[in-house]
């Protein structure tokens, strides 16, 4: 691979030459990707890089305001970046140090993250396409009838909501609820609570991340609305752990009353 053949989501050019062997991830999900995929390329990633849990890289801050000073020492060949993610400023910095970024697009839904990801496998790392890649197109292929309207807050204090375009809206939809913001003009409106409750929602998505919502903290807030608690990490995380995802989401909204 010649260093002027890849090009990021954004259009940018990534000037590696060859597999990237010391890489930075800014990303908790790609983080994760990578290294189930190729694993023993990372050099650091974020606080926020939970998953693999046997990760064992110096960490590098979180991802909208990472350590560029560590990174750098690092001398990584590449870091991994996500346009929703990750400031600009910061992306320019490393570049301007010479060092190669490629930034994922944040992506409006689960076909469009597959695809980026099966880039940045195939074309950066340059190794076959992963078997749990292939199995999460599958299940993710067909989008399930209708069965509920939801509000899906992700912050509050102040509330803050998925509105269009987004990736974890696309996943709610393809396991069944639609998100009565998607038309929004804003990917991440900010309504008054006054203003969801007075919605036709029959149910309210409550993440555990980014915002940690609780049995305690969140359903409270929404008393006729059927409240559903999911994992952040299944909700908005691009990778491995789409196929868990697939059947953890759909049994909660099944199993919902």
């Given at each position: 691979m010649r260093s002027t053949d890849l090009i990021d989501d954004l259009g940018e050019p990534v000037p590696v030459v060859?597999?990237?062997s010391r890489v930075v991830s800014l990303v908790p999900s790609l983080t994760e990707a990578v290294e189930?995929?190729?694993?023993?390329?990372?050099?650091?990633a974020t606080d926020y890089c939970t998953h693999p849990s046997s990760l064992d890289v110096p960490r590098v801050g979180g991802s909208k305001y990472p350590k560029l000073d560590q990174v750098l020492a690092l001398a990584p060949d590449l870091v991994l970046a996500n346009s929703e993610e990750n400031r600009p400023e910061d992306v320019q910095r490393l570049r301007a140090n010479g060092i190669p970024v490629f930034v994922m697009a944040a992506a409006a839904s689960v076909p469009a993250a597959l695809g980026s990801l099966r880039r940045v496998?195939?074309?950066?790392?340059?190794?076959?396409?992963?078997?749990?890649?292939?199995?999460?197109?599958e299940l993710w292929r067909e989008v399930a009838p209708v069965r509920f309207r939801a509000v899906v807050p992700v912050?509050?204090?102040p509330w803050i909501v998925l509105g269009r375009d987004t990736f974890a809206g696309d996943v709610l939809r393809r396991v069944g609820v639609a998100n009565?913001?998607?038309?929004a003009d804003e990917r991440y409106p900010r309504p008054a609570l006054a203003e969801l409750l007075a919605t036709d929602a029959d149910v309210v998505v409550l993440p555990d991340?980014?915002?940690?919502?609780?049995?305690?903290d969140g359903p409270g807030f929404f008393p006729d609305f059927r409240p559903l608690l999911v994992s952040g990490r299944y909700l908005t995380w691009y990778g491995p752990s789409l196929v868990d995802a697939h059947s953890a989401l759909t049994r909660?909204?099944?199993e919902l009353p």
């Open positions: 060859g597999p990237p189930v995929s190729a694993p023993g390329r990372l050099v650091g496998l195939t074309q950066v790392y340059d190794i076959a396409e992963p078997a749990w890649l292939v199995e999460a197109e912050w509050r204090k009565l913001y998607d038309s991340e980014p915002y940690e919502f609780t049995v305690d909660a909204v099944e």
